[in-house]
Structure formats: structure tokens, C-alpha cells
């Protein structure tokens, strides 16, 4: 998915519009519809179905967005309430249309909050519900917010500790276009973004307002979609409806062979746990058949987790691949020099593409361009530290410079790369790098990367290309973190909890 200026976005509507005046109108229902389920499903996941959703709306689209949201969230069981942070006469278009829509609803609640005297008075007076939405400014707004706009600002900020804070579009206060943040800033759990991602959401310094991205198609023609310039042809943002096209149908006469084999070795006495989370990750990846080579003492634990693997009790580098169509090494397998083996004999006796995770890129330190050995091709799935140490840097200099260092990695090694963390990049030599805008901080615990490694040789498996499993993987691995945090916190969230949320996962990219 191509990033655009909010510019560009302006006019595609513009043109559009012009060529159907009914679009208008239209647009901002899907838009506010758009953001009305997802705000369902986040009342969902945290088991309050129908909980209590306060939305500021601004005197533009993003209110009438808001209105629409309002009127879609009354029908589905929830209690919308619609702060408006400017006198209803200023609504112009559109909005005022979806305004007097809404207000014609009695069983909406909403109010004018123009004035210190109204935000100080209700802010102080009225709980937080569980839900806040932002939406005070789309995205030509630049620089500090101002007025009854800074007002809310500020009382979505403060609420921050006791309400999931979604943005409409884009949180307020962060420049759609550069990613530079104001002084005054909305920091939201999720945004849910019109159509198209917008080019200053790439940027490092967005991360920490924009949350979890979503976009929501909003019935922009695809002429004229295709027709906005690509503001950035090296950086792609890996988007929903990427992952859906990446997973085949399955056909009625197959079987678990048609589905190949995920071969994982890994794990030791000292960390079990590692393959046991790839292992059963690899099992909800789709992958017919899912055997694992890890270590005696692991084999008790891994079975008693992860029924459906076939282990086998041999991790040592005399070991006989089976058949199998995609590999992995490295979940808790050490660094000793038996493991350097290990690495080395399945870089020259991989049956198929080859996942390398943690130890197995760990014990290639300083030492990239060996990946080039490999017949198959090669995905590395490295988190700062690791990529640190196979390019001879350290930690910090990676995070420094990610997009730099993700890059000079795909060269060197010849293999796609994975590197993870908030904004997981995805690279490989000759094309654009890819970036994934989900997740949350609840996934920086153990076990965390086995599950992506796992879920990734799965797919792999499938036969699905190496780029495209590795874009599939991250997305899925962030949306599966994102369902796990509002069932568990983030605080509490554990590897496991992810792998658990894989099925939701799955469900938003395919019905079957």
C-alpha cells in the first residue's frame, strides 16, 4: 500500500466528487461507518459490547465522520455521546448534513462545548467512558491546536490513563504529511485512517501518536486512487487487503499434504518454551503438517503444549532433515559451537526456504554474507540486537537508523529481512522496504519473536513466496498483539495470549 500527501488526498475526493456530487455525502458514511465498527470491535475484545463512546468532533469532515460514527454506533448497541467543539453553525457540507441527521436521533446525547467555562465544567463533572474518539482536525491541520480544539486536546490527554483514545483520520496535533508532532498532541491507542495511508505516519516520530493504523476504504473510485501519486516509492506499508490476497483459497479436495510441512528446530533445557510458542504458532499458520527436532528435555513439554506437532527427541548436527517444503532454526537453541553446526548444516541441506531466528542469527555474528550459501531462499527475523551483531554494530546504531540498517542487511545476506520492533520493517535487496503500523508495546515479552518465526515458516510452507509471507507474518503477528492486549492489557499480555488471538487475526483478512 502507497503512501500519499495529504494534498493528493484532498484532490482525489475533490475530483471525484466533482464527477458524482453524491459522493460527498456518500464518503463521509462510509468513513463514519467504518469507524463505527471498528470502534464495536474494540468494545468487543474488551468484553464491554455495549459501553459508553464519547466523540469530539471538530467543524470539519473528521466531525462529520464523527456524527455518521454516532448514528451507526446507536444501532449496534453502544452509547455514543458527541462533544462539539465549535457552535453548530459553523458546520458547512457535508458535516452539517450528517449533523442534522444525528441530531434529529433523540436518543444520541450530544452538546456544544464552546468555552472554558463549558469543557471546565463538564471535563470535571462527567466520567471517562472506555472510549474517546478523536476527531477535532483532519489532516491539512499544522502546528499547535488552538481554541476549544486545544481544550479537548487536553481533556483527551488527560483521560489517557482511564480511556482507549481512538483518531479519527489522524490523532490532532500530528502534521499528516512531515510526522512532526506539536507541542500539544493527542497520543491514541488506534487510528483509523481514510483510504489511504498518509506519508508523515511513516515517520519514527509519528509511532507514539498514531498507536495501531487502520485504514478504511471510503469508496474513492479506484481511478482515481491509482491515479495519486506514490509519495514514497522505496516504503510500502503493509495493509489488510495485502495479506488477503496473499492467502489461496483452499480447494475442497485437499489435504494436509497439500498444505506443506513446517520443519522447526530449536529449543534446549534451558529455554523449552522458545519452540514450543514457534511450534504451536506454526500450527495456527495453515500449514498441514508441523514437526519439530528440539532437544530430550523439551520434547514433554512441547508435546503436552502443542498436540498437533510431531516432535522428534534429536537436535544434534548428525540429524537427518525430513522432507519438508520450509524450515526454521533458532527459537532457544544457544550459541554454543554444536549450534553453529546446526546453523551451518542447514544452510547448505535445507529442504526449502529457511527461516533464521534469535540464536541461529546470533551465532553468524559479523559474519552476513555466509546467508549466501544457502540454495533456498532465506528470511532472517532479527530484533536490534541481533542485527547488531550480524552487521557489527551495536544495538543503539540500528534503532538510529532502521530503514538504513534493515536495507544493508537484505544486501550483505541476499535474504529478506525481517527487523522487529515498533514499525517491524520487512527488506529485500531490489525492492521497496515495507513497513507494518500494528502492534503494541504489550508485545515486548519472551516469547514474542518465536511466535512470528513459527507463524512465519508456516506460510512459508504454503508456498507462499518469501516477501509476501514475510509482509503476512508481521501484519498478522501485530493484529494477533493488538486483539491480545485489549482481552488481557497490555501490561499483563503474555507470548501466549498472542497465539491465541491468531484465529481474530485470520478473520480479518478471510471468511473461511
Known sequence: MKFVVSETMRKAEARAIAKDNTLAVGMMDRAGKGLAHFIQDVACQMGRPQSAVRLLAGPGNNGGDAFVAAMYLREVGLAPEVWLTCPKEKLRGAAKICFEQMSADRTISWREMVGETAWRKEAEASLAPLILVDALLGTGARGIPMGDVRRAVEYLESKRPFSMIVAADLPTGLDADSGAVAELAVQADFTVTMCMPKIG????????????????????????????????????????????RTLAPRRRDSHKGTYGTALLLGGSARYPGAIALAAESAVRSGAGRVRVHTVPDAVAPLVARVPEAIVEPNLGPDLVLADAEAALIGPGLGRDPEARRLVAKLLHEAPGPLVLDADAIAVLAGKPEVVKSCAH??????????????LGRDAASIQQDRLGAVREAAERTGAVVVLKGAGTLVAQAGQPTWINLNGNPGMACGGSGDVLAGLLVGLLAQKIPPLAAACAAAWLHGAAGDVAALRTTQIAMKAGDVVQALPTAFRMVTVR
Open 201 to 244: 505516519m511513516a515517520t519514527p516520530e509519528a509511532r507514539e501518536q498514531l498507536g495501531t493504523l487502520v485504514l478504511i476504504p471510503i469508496g474513492i473510485p479506484r481511478e482515481f486512487v491509482d491515479a495519486m501519486p506514490d509519495a514514497r516509492p522505496d516504503l510500502q506499508m503493509i495493509a489488510s487487503m495485502d495479506v488477503r
Open 377 to 390: 531462499p532465506v528470511v532472517l527475523t532479527p530484533h536490534p540486537g541481533e542485527l547488531g551483531l550480524l
